[in-house]
């Protein structure tokens, strides 16, 4: 069976500092690979999103960016945090067509 | 772009009661329709899907979706809720094409006992 990895699952960074979230996939091959951000109060905004390894879709121009290294494998990182980057990321795959989504058990980041 | 749109950001509900989550979407061709809950400080589930076929759709936790294409809804129900579906809850279509999913702004189901 398929299932989806998410880490860390907190954490706590300064303004300024750098930033990597990692998710895999596993028990599939060529997923739809998500990131949604979820801030307090609101609902789900997708930041990024991938259709294929190195194929790369932007939804919101912000200093996140994000990478598909091997097939199963996302990335999502930041040069330098703002305290507006603090939220809950949420990583999530899908098949192709119109299959729904499979979520990761998120990310809680605070920028200090 | 296919949209949803969740007009109740919270709803309070006596145990045991039936309650109703409603969900708009903006009208399009081939659409697809998700609900999903999510427990505080998860990831979300997958209650229940509309791709074609039947109207009425049944998840999981005894819930059910009807799809109305004449109203463009996709209300969420359950008879008889429980404590433990306080949650909440999230409608959700593709857009883009069948790339992209699109979520509404949520709904709190607060079930009081």
């Known amino acids: 069976s398929q299932t989806i990895h998410q880490w860390p699952a907190t954490l706590v960074q300064p303004v300024g500092s750098p930033l990597s979230l990692e998710c895999t996939v596993e028990?599939?091959?060529?997923?739809?690979l998500y990131w949604y951000r979820q801030a307090a109060g609101r609902g789900l905004q997708l930041l990024f999103y991938?259709?294929?390894?190195?194929?790369i879709s932007s939804e919101v121009p912000q200093n996140l960016s994000a990478s598909r290294p091997q097939d199963r494998q996302f990335i999502l990182s930041s040069k330098k945090l703002l305290l507006s980057d603090s939220g809950f990321y949420l990583c999530?795959?899908?098949?192709?067509?119109?299959?729904?989504?499979?979520f990761g058990n998120g990310t809680r980041l605070t920028v200090t | 772009a296919q949209s949803v749109t969740q007009l109740d950001s919270q709803v309070p509900v006596f145990e045991e009661a039936p309650v109703e989550l409603r969900c708009n979407y903006s009208?399009?061709?081939?659409?697809?329709l998700f609900w999903y809950v999510q427990y505080p400080n998860q990831g979300l589930q997958l209650l229940l899907k509309?791709?074609?076929?039947?109207?009425l759709v049944k998840g999981i936790n005894g819930f059910e979706a009807e799809f109305n294409k004449s109203q463009t809804s996709f209300h969420l129900r359950k008879p008889s809720v429980h404590i433990s579906d306080t949650a909440e809850y999230f409608c959700a279509t593709n857009s883009g094409g069948y790339q992209k999913v699109t979520f509404g702004t949520g709904t709190k189901l607060q079930v009081i006992p």
């Open positions: 999530a795959w899908r098949e192709t067509g119109g299959s729904p989504l499979h």
């Open positions: 509309y791709l074609s076929g039947s109207t």
């Open positions: 028990g599939t091959s060529n997923p739809n």
């Open positions: 991938s259709v294929g390894i190195g194929q």
């Open positions: 009208s399009s061709v081939s659409v697809y």
